[in-house]
C-alpha cells in the first residue's frame, strides 16, 4: 500500500486498504474480547461490570488519543461507547451474575 490514504490511485484500492484495516481491527476486538472475558472472573456484581466511572475513563482515553492521532474525537467517542457497551452485554452474560441478564435488565425468573 502506498505510504497515505491521498497516494492511493481509485476507490478500489481505498477499499481494499479500508478492508485490511478491518481485519486488524476485528482481530483487535477478539483479543480484547479475550480480556473482558477474564475480567468477568473477578466481578462479583452487575455494578463492577457496568462500571460508569471506568466506562467514562475510557472514552476520554479514546478521545485524546483520536485527537493526538489526527482523527475526530467525536466519531472515537461514538464507536467506543457502542463497543463497550457490547462488550458490558457480553461480561453479564459470561459472568452469569445472580439475577442479571445482557441489556441492563434483570434475568427472566
Known amino acids: 500500500m502506498a505510504g497515505s490514504p491521498e497516494e492511493l490511485p481509485d476507490l478500489t484500492a481505498v477499499r481494499a486498504a479500508i478492508d485490511g484495516l478491518d481485519e486488524e481491527l476485528v482481530a483487535l476486538l477478539a ?4 480480556l473482558v472475558r477474564a475480567a468477568a472472573r ?8 457496568r462500571a ?3 466506562v467514562e475513563q475510557v472514552v476520554a482515553r479514546a478521545r485524546r488519543l ?3 492521532s489526527g482523527g475526530s474525537p467525536e ?3 461514538r464507536v467506543y461507547r457502542a463497543m463497550v457497551a457490547a462488550f458490558v452485554d457480553l461480561e453479564l452474560s459470561v459472568a452469569e451474575l445472580p439475577g442479571e441478564a445482557p441489556g441492563g435488565g434483570a434475568a427472566a425468573p
Open 31 to 34: 483479543r480484547r474480547e479475550r
Open 42 to 49: 473477578f466481578k462479583t456484581d452487575a455494578a463492577a461490570v
Open 52 to 54: 460508569p466511572d471506568r
Open 66 to 68: 483520536a485527537e493526538a
Open 75 to 77: 466519531v472515537a467517542e
